[in-house]
């Protein structure tokens, strides 16, 4: 499809190419780095290998990568800048990423916004977002975690429309409950479902739970945790590094505190039993997409809560 001067298959299609390249090119220098500073920690569960991609580390590389050309090491990263280069350059012909430019930490900053958080990222990062997208892919190869990146930046332009594929595009606001045990989504209404945690690994990271579940983290014990989910679309901005937009974008519904508490009451009413309301998460977008617009995973704000009986809920509110 063609949307001006823009040929997004054309586009996609060499992206895929220099992606391809690139990685090929990396990994020498990654075997390298690793041999420098240690490997990633390895993490088993159950026998199952659960290491995540160590974007960390591809990040680093670049970095080591672009600032060779300041400093001795310049010769032997030049295969390495000169395979990243080529992927930013196909990166920039996309006509929402008109607005890289310089910044003190190099020459591809933009500047992205994901409902009220506005975030500092580069186009190297959302190469590493396409790295850690492709080892995730059954068949590791770059081409749906292209067309997803591209689908986000139409989206962001106003050149399509949602829903986008894989629901990258919807987000949630999720209240968390400890006592039920649901097994399957079920609808609510007016966009809210009542949800099993398993569903939510997407948009929540385990970690986010440290403080109100301790036990469950550290035994992986999630059957007793479910949510209330409100569900809503979202899209992102992207603009130049110096933009001072400091505008919101996005309000949790003012009734969501009411809807939780009616539901969460009904619940616990069926089954006879107390739900302890463990927090409050508000502005949970996929992790596939912070990973693709190469940005950390994380939510709008948190509030913590407790339980009283079976029909009173209190809440301690924190950023």
């Not at 659960?50 to 300041?70: C, M």
């Not at 989504?185 to 109100?212: F, K, N």
Request: proline share 5%; hydrophobic share 35%.
């Amino acid at each position: 499809m063609s949307i001006g001067s823009f040929e997004e298959k054309i586009w996609e299609v060499r992206l895929e190419l220099v992606l391809n390249a690139l990685a090929d090119t990396q990994e020498p220098f990654l075997e390298a780095y690793w041999q420098a500073n240690g490997r990633p920690t390895q993490i088993t569960f159950n026998g199952q290998n659960e290491t995540p991609y160590p974007s960390e580390d591809v990040g680093r590389l670049y970095e080591a990568a672009e600032f060779a050309k300041h400093d001795g090491d310049q010769e032997y990263f030049l295969p390495l800048r000169t395979a990243l280069d080529h992927v930013r350059d196909v990166m920039r012909l996309h006509p929402s990423l008109t607005c890289v430019s310089s910044t003190v930490f190099g020459d591809d900053g933009l500047q992205i916004g994901i409902l009220n958080a506005r975030s500092f990222t580069s186009l190297s990062r959302l190469i590493v977002g396409q790295m850690a997208r492709r080892d995730a892919s059954p068949d590791k190869r770059f081409r749906t975690s292209i067309i997803e990146l591209n689908s986000l930046l139409q989206l962001s332009g106003g050149r399509q429309s949602h829903p986008l594929s894989n629901r990258l595009d919807i987000g949630y606001d999720i209240a968390l409950f400890h006592g039920a045990r649901i097994l399957d989504t079920v609808e609510l209404d007016e966009g809210y479902s009542l949800v099993p945690y398993s569903r939510l690994r997407e948009h929540v990271d385990d970690e986010w739970l440290e403080d109100v579940a301790p036990d469950q983290l550290r035994h992986r014990n999630w059957d007793s945790i479910c949510a209330v989910v409100h569900h809503f679309r979202w899209k992102p901005e992207i603009r130049p590094p110096n933009s001072h937009n400091n505008s919101l974008v996005r309000r949790m519904p003012p009734s969501f505190d009411g809807r939780v508490s009616a539901f969460a009451n009904l619940l616990a009413v069926s089954t006879g039993m107390p739900h302890r309301w463990m927090m409050t998460i508000e502005g949970c977008v996929p992790r596939a997409s912070s990973d693709l617009l190469g940005l950390i995973h994380n939510s709008g704000s948190t509030r913590k809560g407790r339980s009283t009986g079976i029909c009173l809920v209190l809440f301690e509110s924190r950023r």
